[in-house]
């Protein structure tokens, strides 16, 4: 019997608070029943204790199936990582343009990390072809969410002219917001470009 919404959220949000405490074994114990009734967040969890051998053994093909399950319902983050799964080959042969695919779904649902990614797929033409005006597209998404690499690389698309035209401000205004976060090769670049 399926459990009600309400009951399988307060779950989650137990096991998430045992995961906080890195008591791996009691919060598998705990996922594991919402993941097998179909709850997106418990198997994208769940695939996370399986990649990083939290708990359990590492087994990148019951990640893999696990995220495959959540991503197939929508979850962003199931979706970049199972797209971070093909890229590396891990778990499953190595696939950019199923990484690529999987990576713009979650890009898609304002993930900024996946968003960055998508970027790098498309400057370095990795499962698309080279394409550094939609690397920019997508640096320029990340970057507008606050993401310091996607700001420090969007500097340096303005820098060298790629995608866009160069703009020496426009790279510097980029690099800044990167730099205010820490980002050290946004700082570097503006201690060089000076």
């Known amino acids: 019997m399926k459990k009600d919404s309400k009951n399988s959220d307060d779950d989650f949000e ?6 906080e405490r890195e008591d791996y074994k009691t919060a ?3 996922i594991l029943p919402l993941a097998e009734q179909g709850d997106a967040a418990a198997q994208c969890t769940l695939g996370w204790h399986y990649q990083k051998g939290l708990g359990v053994p590492q087994d990148y093909t019951e990640a893999v199936r696990l995220y495959r ?3 197939e319902q929508g979850s962003a983050k199931a979706q970049f990582n199972l797209g ?7 778990g499953i042969p190595q696939d950019y343009k199923e990484a690529v695919k999987w990576y713009r779904l979650s890009a898609e649902q304002e993930d900024a990390y996946a968003q960055f990614i998508l970027g790098l797929m498309y400057e370095e033409g990795l499962g698309v072809p080279q394409d550094y005006t939609e690397a920019v597209k997508w640096y320029r998404l990340a970057a507008e969410q606050g993401f310091a690499d996607g700001q420090c690389v969007l500097g340096e698309m303005y820098y060298g002219g790629e995608g866009v035209p160069h703009d020496y401000a ?6 800044k917001l990167a730099a205010e976060q820490g980002h050290e090769e946004a ?3 503006l201690d060089n470009s000076a």
């Open 84 to 90: 971070t799964k093909y890229h590396q080959g891990h």
């Open 28 to 30: 598998y114990k705990l």
């Open 69 to 71: 399950l959540a991503a």
């Open 170 to 175: 426009e790279a510097i205004k980029w690099w």
């Open 14 to 19: 137990h096991a998430c608070d045992v995961l």
């Open 187 to 189: 700082q570097y670049n």
